[in-house]
């Protein structure tokens, strides 16, 4: 049988209806995956003992606030840890084309293709709460007042259209719930999120005037949430990060007295990020950073008879604000100012004295950027 896709077109009137009809959606692909479960466990036991795979987008709802909604439909299982037999069920929420496919699979043996079922909703806490309720049912299908033979069978809404006003039945509440903590292994770990950025600059702090400026750099997320190294029960705000990179400043020419000098700027950059405040629907984040440039500067005359060559040690630090938004997949844009504190701020000078270029005690920084997200 093929993926059943349950998809909802949500206006910002019919928000609360988009979400109920995702919650049907929910009773309907889990009512046909329990149908391809073997006889033997679709009627469920006290307390039975399940592994929940759960794997899900940073922005979405942990694994334990995921496993205590499903605990709110039914208390009939235990997480299962380790290599402890129980039955075994994946969840995957996943960012996709702009909205949030959620998906159940329930492996049904190794002579026998996994049952796999997809809900689409247009934010990751309302398709959370629909794979809960999927979830539940898969787990005992007489949440609801069904049996073995009277699952729901509730028809997902045709593509393009609202769902329906009508509320999703309420949760059977036992007369004896048990709560447990899931188990810390049940999530699957991923590794720490790598950008790749290109930005074009405008800066005040090198040279006289504004210096054109193009950079590379990479930048590591080695706390993103679902990480292997991700610290539990963290701040969301609280997501430290690091880039390596390069400037390189456009030659500029400055003349004085009849010499036309040519500052060539390159430099490595070292950026630190403490936090990263995202938006609700994580597409909008604001960095603040620390940084710092180790280079050199070049310094060419030309139009005099004792014109010379000079190269000079460059050293900045300075503190920054970065805007990143993500239109779509793992693109993204952004923009970012910077106050910058030049540490050398050599004099370049003519024979006579004659002021050529100074770094300024402060400067800033001004550019726009894009890049990709691994």
Not at 79 to 104: F, H, K, M, S, Y
Request: net charge positive; proline share 10%; glycine share 8%.
């Amino acid at each position: 049988m093929p993926p059943i896709h349950a998809s909802l077109v949500s206006t910002p009137r019919s928000r609360r209806r988009a979400a109920s009809g995702v919650l049907f959606a929910a009773l309907a692909v889990a009512s046909r995956a329990t149908a391809q479960t073997p006889r033997a466990t679709a009627t469920p036991v006290e307390h039975e003992r399940v592994h929940v795979a759960y794997d899900a987008d940073e922005r979405c709802p942990r694994y334990e606030a995921f496993a205590d909604n499903v605990r709110v439909y039914t208390s009939r299982w235990t997480a299962a840890e380790g290599d402890e037999p129980g039955r075994r069920l994946r969840v995957t929420l996943e960012p996709r084309d702009g909205r949030v496919v959620g998906t159940l699979e329930i492996p049904q043996g190794d002579a026998t293709p996994s049952a796999r079922r997809e809900i689409a909703g247009p934010d990751c806490a309302t398709v959370a709460r629909a794979m809960a309720v999927a979830v539940a049912v898969a787990i005992d299908p007489r949440v609801f007042g069904g049996g073995d033979d009277d699952a729901p069978e509730v028809a997902p809404p045709a593509p393009g259209e609202t769902a329906t006003t009508a509320e999703p039945p309420a949760p059977r509440t036992s007369p004896r719930p048990e709560r447990r903590s899931p188990s810390p292994a049940a999530p699957r770990r991923r590794l720490p999120r790598l950008s790749l950025e290109a930005r074009a600059e405008l800066t005040s702090a090198v040279v006289a005037g504004l210096l054109p400026v193009v950079g590379l750099a990479i930048e590591v997320e080695p706390f993103s949430r679902g990480a292997a190294t991700a610290p539990r029960r963290a701040p969301r705000w609280l997501r430290p990060s690091f880039a390596l990179g390069l400037r390189q400043g456009i030659p500029k020419e400055l003349t004085s007295s009849s010499v036309v000098t040519t500052f060539t700027w390159t430099a490595g950059l070292l950026r630190l990020c403490p936090a990263r405040i995202a938006s609700r629907d994580g597409r909008l984040e604001v960095v603040p950073c620390l940084e710092g440039d180790a280079g050199v500067l070049r310094a060419d005359a030309s139009g005099s008879f004792d014109a010379r060559r000079t190269s000079n040690l460059w050293l900045d630090v300075g503190a920054s604000t970065r805007l990143a938004w993500t239109p779509a997949g793992p693109w993204f844009v952004g923009a970012a100012a910077a106050a910058v504190v030049p540490v050398t701020r050599n004099r370049f000078e003519l024979t006579d004295r004659a002021l050529v270029s100074r770094a300024p005690r402060l400067g800033v920084t001004f550019g726009l950027s894009t890049g990709v997200r691994f």
